[in-house]
């Protein structure tokens, strides 16, 4: 072999040696990249809302914001109807929900899943469920209904069957012994035919609850209820899975403080009403309440 031909076989070689060497160095250096990713990776938070309830949509759609974007964990929401939604819950299919009535609307879901979920906090306080009104109705109370039922047309306008105020308003329909019957619909149906009515100025009675948005666009009130059948002031609770609090303990953190007031909760409710989404209502109201959000994360409050 030529001299010549001894200094190109020299330098092939090194060419190899480097650029294999170099190989190498980026394959470890993607390898521990991909193990560092997987190590600062956050699982996946699902909350469980009920499809159609405004409260329950403004509220979800506000802790699922600031735990992806505070948190840093992945989040889905999932619209379930109540009974499927409290028992997604207490199988670990869902990891927590915001959207628990209690003591009244969903004591009989908290009767049965009580050893498998856990109440970490109050979302808001002051909440209240009953017949709703417009303004310029005559009657006051469940007690006058009766005699008032063809201006009503024999029928209160419910939401999805086998929700918890469709039990208490059945129960009141049997209590004060009424001849309407109980329409059930959806929650966006019973608006929609609140709205139709009150354009029109005509009596109607629906299934509701405060808070709502309803109460902010329509001069609305609640009938009067002397026998107690839809209990007193309730409040929407935070309520988890337990394994929530291996998986991501800063969420259940999160999820005992996070509260708000009629206020607050009423500007969202109107926003999507008016058409925004509820991703962009929420996203809206944490930009302009900044202190309010840095006190739910605050380890020392």
Known sequence: MTMKSNLVARQRRQFLTKTLGGLSALSTLAALSGRSARAQAKPLIKIGFVDGWADSVATTHLAAAIIRTRLGHPVETVPLAAGIMWQGVARGDLDTTLSAWLPVTHEAYLANFKDKVQIVGVNYSGARIGLIVPDYVKI??????NDARADFDNRIVGIDSGAG???????AIKA???????????????????????RANKPIAVTGWMPHWVFAKYK???LADPKGIYGGEEHTSNVIHPG???????????????????EEIGSVMLAIDGGAKPEAAVDKWIADNPARVASWLDPAN
């Open 220 to 222: 609305l009130r609640f």
């Open 165 to 171: 105020i469709m039990r208490k308003t059945e129960e």
């Open 140 to 145: 006051d109370s469940l007690a006058q209904l």
């Open 176 to 198: 004060y012994g009424l001849a309407l019957r109980l329409q059930p619909s959806s929650g966006p149906a019973m608006t929609a035919e609140l709205d139709r009515a009150y």
């Open 244 to 262: 929530l609090h291996g998986k991501a303990p800063a969420v259940v953190a999160l999820l005992k403080k996070l509260s708000w007031n009629s």
